[in-house]
């Protein structure tokens, strides 16, 4: 690769990373001036784009409230969110018909174990270990 298509490379990249900077610095009521990200953009292109993902991210979850008053978005908010729980409910409702008690599962274990074990019943006759064992 030739030395003058690197330079052209790096050109243009330095060039989209200051123009991100400055569209960054534009929706952030400049935030990030006189920054270091501003002094050199090449060097901060990864965290330049990150906070335009988050910053893009952020305006299309708002845009569904564009034109509506503060109770026409806390209704919307509100019903979002008794949708949201409703789905979780049932959901949950739907993984514990599934579970079986550790109860009788434990009792069953139990059940199989003192039938395959004929030592289970010598086994609390000392609980506390004070008898001493007979000669």
Do not use: C, W
């Not at 490379?9 to 330095?14: D, E, F, I, S, T």
């Not at 806390?74 to 409703?86: G, I, N, R, S």
């Not at 993984?95 to 059940?111: D, I, N, T, W």
């Amino acid at each position: 690769m030739s030395k003058t298509k690197i330079k052209a490379a790096l050109g243009k990249l330095n060039s989209a990373a200051k123009g991100a900077m400055s569209v960054l610095n534009e929706v952030t009521d400049g935030a990030f001036e006189g920054s270091p990200a501003e002094a050199e953009p090449t060097r901060f292109a990864n965290e330049i784009s990150q906070r335009l993902q988050k910053q893009l991210d952020h305006l299309e979850a708002n845009a569904k409230y564009e034109g509506m008053s503060e109770d026409e978005i806390a209704d919307l908010q509100a019903t979002e969110m008794a949708e949201a729980l409703e789905k979780l409910q049932l959901s949950s409702a739907e993984k514990l018909r599934g579970l079986k008690p550790v109860v009788e599962s434990f009792v069953r274990q139990a059940a199989l174990f003192a039938q395959d074990d004929s030592e289970v019943d010598d086994f609390d006759e000392d609980p506390d270990g004070t008898e001493e064992p007979e000669d």
